[in-house]
């Protein structure tokens, strides 16, 4: 190169963001947001965990028996699409991005997600995804930064008080399973109790995550607080 003469830009480097915390924090709006303002991939650990809970009670695997459930986990084949404008999730080929929202999936998800070969399975899918995603990839979750991907580029552990989020998650219900705020409240509180107790990979803050209050905040400021944390780790690379 000529002396003087402007380096080559380069593509900003690949970058893996975990995006952890409970429900009704924002995790979700959140990471969509991000990887498509980034260019990068997208993926909703939650929702692999909702569809192996939606295979497990189609198929008539009694969810309370963690032998059972153990037994079965290595069945299905979860495929992930990982384009944050438009994911998608198959179970053996058919389209469970619906079926997996449902209050019966929601109110076993974590019965299933605590059998650890349960976790063991998906947690390997999570990490393969990851490394093929080209560009990087946000991935959202419980245990993201702790235990799926401890080298992340990017922790974040979002938070936000019981009221927020139950406000968010019962504006997310609709018809039959719209429920008052009260009682979302009372199931985000005990669903969070089981995440943290499980012995294997409980939902907690990596030691070296930002933790952001959602609370106050609009999507917008959340947003733009982690794209910042971002673009400084890229600019550091």
């Known amino acids: 190169m000529e002396i003087g003469a402007t380096p080559a830009r380069t593509a900003p480097a690949a970058v893996i963001v975990a995006i952890d915390g409970p429900s009704g924090t924002g995790k979700s709006s959140t990471s969509k947001a991000v990887a498509a303002r980034l260019g990068l991939s997208y993926l909703d650990t939650g929702a692999q965990y909702r569809a192996m809970t939606w295979w497990m009670i189609s198929n ?39 079926p997996i929202r449902t209050q019966d999936v929601t109110s076993r998800v974590s019965a299933v997600s605590a059998v650890p070969e349960v976790r063991a399975v998906v947690t390997e899918l999570q990490r393969s995804i990851s490394a093929a995603a080209p560009n990087g990839i946000v991935v959202e979750g419980r245990d993201i930064g702790t235990t799926v991907l ?16 139950a406000a968010r998650r019962s504006g997310e219900l609709t018809g039959k399973e719209a429920a008052d705020v009260a009682t979302t409240r009372d199931a985000l509180i005990k669903r969070d109790a089981a995440d943290s107790s499980r012995k294997t990979s409980p939902l907690a803050k990596a030691a070296d995550a930002v933790e952001i209050d959602t609370t106050d905040l609009t999507l917008q400021q959340v947003v733009e607080r982690v794209v910042g944390l971002v673009e400084e780790k890229r600019a550091a690379v």
């Open 60 to 98: 008539g695997v009694d969810v309370t028996d963690a032998v059972a459930v153990a037994t079965a986990a290595g069945k299905p084949v979860l495929v992930s699409g990982t384009d944050p404008d438009r994911p998608t999730i198959t179970v053996d080929g058919t389209d469970a991005a619906g």
């Open 150 to 165: 401890p080298d992340a580029d990017v922790k974040i552990f979002l938070t936000a008080s019981p009221e927020a989020r």
